[in-house]
């Protein structure tokens, strides 16, 4: 059927795409693993941080990964002020209510980027886009091969940050057990803005690595965030291993099935794993019980 | 609760509009209206009254369009028959989502999760497969017979769809007045408690998905009648899963004029930004996300209960000030 | 001597590295007062989820009526006649204390009106009669804990499983709340209840069993329990029957 080599391509490719899709998913299961809500404007922010890695480029002539130094503090800006000010008053701490306002939320976000900037589908061209790496047997994109790196080094930052900082222990401290936290004097509501900034600012991230080789329009955000839902749900609601190793499946079964099926209906098995995972094992590998 | 009268009271006044005007815009504006509220008042049995919240209430309403539209312009079915068969389509696959989801215990985001894919996957067949017209869709012949399920005048269409909302309405009277509605309010209050009290609540919840589906198909059925087209993003889009959710929030989930209320807002705010800012693309869709996350945040029981307080306030003012008078 | 209504035979419920309940065995017989005491953390509410059937056991057996229920969902151990209240309340907050009622009295009442009227009864039975219209969430501690039973008492239980129903209730409120739930027992309803006040457990029971780290460590009469050395230490901690010495031994 497929050479050896068509397939261990397709296996690479799918190994860098699905690094990126694992930091999206990263930046959802720190934030459901903190707040338990499951964020549904994930996808919108995403959305939103690609039309700013667009016109960081086309305006300012900033290469996407120098974008990503300042496209993440924003970000995490907008994602702190997002959860501070909207979605967590809003909401009265009640899950149904959670839910309805996150779509709210990412209905008005991908709306007005619809509205503003019409659903015609962009792209930008960086001297990188079409530059592979040499394996001997197979080429790789250059851009993928880059981003792949990037998260690695966006996973240790984030370990790191947990680990030996104070906010990360203060993180850790709300996630494992709320009230007790605040008791102890941790400022629960900066807590949840600032968990919910990270995970913004790793859509940021995410979005100016996937630039280069990618689109942008309104509505691909969308179609990214039930990638980022598959991978959470597949590694575990919470668990950051889980989203890391799973994001890495999803990229390799998304890049097989498109391999066998063809590329709309490869999008199918993603969603049919995400289906079948929900019914199955809903807390997924690695995953905290909801 | 709500008694036989009001409801009997609105839809007699709502069936009078036409006999008032002939304007086709407001013609328009109520026909769109009531087929929101109709689909809204199929996401209500479930997420109203059984608290679960489907974020892909399209897949319902796209399957009752495409079922009654393939049947009519592949197979020349009988416009009537493909009605028919539309509503079954949507409550069968009500049946199968329902379930798999409820049996296996998905509640709140989880199940909303599903919902939203399911309605994805669903999309993204209808997208590509030739038998609904892949990317193009499918159109439906103009036959202006009622024999064909299409008239020539609106008010026609208006009559027809008011029948259908009416009948909604009377669907969820008598839920609120059933045993099974008192059971699928007793699982959206409090599931285990239910379920100690004898309540067999992934059945509950099925027959409440199967209904609701089954309500919001025949929305879709109705679409394909009065525009004569269907495609892969109209039917199974995000639009209308969130508008179905949105109109009984707003208006008030699980009461029985919630959804017609909300579509009414949500319709009346559509338009009211049209004329402010121009017909463009998204601009509905921000309203109708802002009025969402604004609803929730100062009137999260929906607008139908902010009256119900008025009346009450207004009632008890009146017989402090009879009594101290 | 008569088949007890319920049976427990050597039930275990593992989860993970904890094993909540160890082969626990006990016995309600027919219109009788059984009350399940022990320190916390010790399996009782572990227990009752298994006999409820909201919680799987790992190994042995519950017998009701002579049927083997083991494993049987909630909703169908209702149907049975069997009913329970919740540790922490479980109310239908958004409900009015008839409506609440009236979930449970659907069980055997499918027409609304016939239900409301059993509702009715049953919460006049409790003494909230005067408020039956009043929103569920209004209610105190001890109306709660009688909308519990309210609800319980609705399906018509032949079995009745009262999970701490008197936590939270001073003594005067225990005071008016007993008789209730001896009359039960005269109607020919059987009760099984956890409870800590050990002032009710001593004056309603007939017989106790006494369960600690998941084992059943005595039963017996009240009587006869109090004055078991191993239930003293399960509650008082080691050495604590000798220091009470005098008390306790006979």
């Known amino acids: 059927m497929f050479s050896p080599v068509i397939l261990i391509t397709a296996i690479l490719n799918g190994l860098l795409t699905g690094a990126v899709y694992a930091l999206v998913a990263l930046g959802l299961t720190l934030i459901y693993g903190v707040l338990h809500i499951i964020n549904f404007a994930h996808g919108a922010l995403l959305s939103m941080a690609l039309f700013g890695a667009f016109f960081a480029f086309r305006l300012l002539g900033l290469d996407p990964y120098l974008a990503a130094l300042f496209l993440a503090p924003a970000l995490f800006a907008f994602g702190y002020a997002l959860q501070r000010f909207i979605i967590g008053p809003a909401s009265h701490g009640d899950d149904r209510n959670i839910l309805l306002v996150t779509l709210g939320v990412s209905v008005v976000i991908e709306n007005v980027l619809l509205y503003a900037f019409r659903a015609d589908t962009r792209t930008i061209d960086v001297p990188y886009a079409f530059q592979t790496l040499d394996l001997g047997f197979t080429f790789l994109p250059i851009p993928r091969v880059i981003g792949f790196g990037a998260v690695l080094a966006v996973a240790v930052a984030l370990w790191a940050l947990m680990t030996w900082t104070d906010l990360g222990k203060a993180i850790r401290a709300v996630a494992k057990e709320k009230l007790g936290a605040e008791l102890a004097g941790i400022d629960v509501a900066h807590v949840y803005a600032v968990t919910f900034g990270l995970g913004t600012a790793c859509v940021a991230i995410a979005a100016c690595l996937l630039i280069p080789t990618y689109y942008v329009n309104p509505t691909v955000g969308e179609a990214f965030v039930l990638i980022a839902f598959t991978i959470v749900v597949l590694g575990g609601m919470g668990s950051v291993p889980g989203a890391l190793i799973g994001g890495l499946l999803i990229g390799v079964v998304e890049s097989l099935s498109g391999l066998f099926l063809g590329e709309s209906l490869g999008q199918i098995g993603i969603f049919l794993i995400f289906i079948m995972v929900l019914l199955v094992r809903p807390t997924g590998l690695f995953g905290v019980k909801a | 609760m709500t008694g036989v009268r009001p409801i009997l009271a609105v839809v007699i006044a709502l069936a009078a509009v036409p006999l008032i005007t002939d304007s086709n815009t407001v013609l328009n504006f109520l026909v ?96 590509v497969a030739p038998i609904t017209g892949a990317g193009v869709g499918i159109l439906v012949k103009l036959d202006l017979r009622a024999a064909a399920l299409q008239f020539e005048s609106r008010a026609m269409f208006y009559w027809f769809i008011l029948a259908l909302v009416a009948v909604a309405l009377m669907i969820a009277h008598a839920i609120e007045r059933s045993r099974f509605g008192t059971w699928l309010i007793a699982v959206r209050e409090n599931e285990d408690a239910a379920k100690a009290l004898g309540v067999n609540a992934p059945r509950v919840k099925l027959g409440a998905m199967v209904l609701s589906a089954a309500i919001t198909a025949a929305a879709g059925c109705f679409y394909v009648q009065y525009f004569l087209f269907i495609d892969s993003g109209i039917a199974y889009g995000t639009r209308l899963s969130i508008e179905a959710l949105l109109t009984p929030i707003i208006g008030g989930a699980g009461t029985v004029f919630g959804p017609l209320l909300g579509a009414l807002v949500v319709q009346a705010l559509g338009e009211g930004a049209k004329l402010i800012a121009g017909d463009a693309p998204g601009l509905n869709l921000i309203v109708y996300g802002a009025v969402l996350v604004l609803v929730i945040a100062f009137a999260p029981r929906g607008l139908i209960r902010l009256v119900d307080d008025a009346n009450r306030w207004l009632s008890r003012s009146a017989k402090l000030e009879s009594a101290h008078g | ?94 409900l009015s204390v008839r409506e609440n009622i009236l979930v449970g009295a659907h069980l055997r009442h499918p027409k609304r009106s016939d239900a409301l009227a059993a509702a009715d009864i049953v919460g006049r039975e409790v003494g909230l009669g005067a408020m039956l219209d009043r929103s ?115």
Request: glycine share 12%.
């Open chain 2, 32 to 127: 769109v209206t009531l087929l929101i509220a109709l689909a809204g008042q199929g996401w209500n049995v479930l997420g109203g009254y059984g608290g679960q919240y489907s974020f892909g209430h399209a897949a319902f309403f796209g399957t009752g369009a495409y079922v009654t539209a393939i049947l009519q312009v592949r197979y020349n079915a009988n416009a009537w028959v493909g009605f028919a068969a539309g509503i079954a389509g949507g409550a069968a696959v009500g049946a199968f989502i329902g379930a798999l989801t409820f049996r296996v215990g998905l509640r709140g985001s989880y199940f909303a999760l599903v919902t939203l894919a399911f309605a994805e996957v669903l999309r993204i067949i209808a997208s």
């Open chain 3, 136 to 250: 569920a969430d209004t209610l105190t501690v001890a109306s709660r804990k009688r909308l519990e039973l309210a609800r319980a008492l609705a399906t018509e239980p032949k079995l009745l499983l009262l999970d701490e129903v008197l936590a939270g209730l001073n003594p005067a409120e225990i005071r008016d709340i007993a008789p209730i739930i001896r009359n039960l027992c005269a109607r020919g309803i059987s009760i099984l209840m956890i409870e800590h006040v050990m002032q009710a457990v001593m004056s309603l029971s007939q017989h106790v069993f006494v369960l600690a780290e998941g084992c059943v460590i005595a039963e017996g009469t009240p009587t006869e329990v109090a004055a078991n050395h191993e239930v003293v230490e399960a509650y008082l901690g080691h050495g604590a029957a000798k220091k009470l010495g005098g008390a306790h031994a006979h």
């Open chain 3, 1 to 94: 001597m008569a088949e007890p209504l319920l049976s427990v035979d050597h039930v275990s419920c593992r989860f993970g590295g904890l094993l909540a309940v160890n082969s626990a065995s006990l016995t309600v017989p027919a219109a009788s007062i059984t009350a399940l005491i022990g320190p916390n953390g010790a399996g009782k509410t572990t227990l009752f989820a298994i006999i409820s059937g909201f919680q799987r056991p790992s190994g042995g057996v519950v017998r009701y009526q002579g049927d083997t229920i083991t494993g049987l969902p909630p909703h169908e151990l209702a149907w049975r006649g069997i009913a329970r209240t919740f540790q922490i309340v479980q109310l239908f907050a958004g």
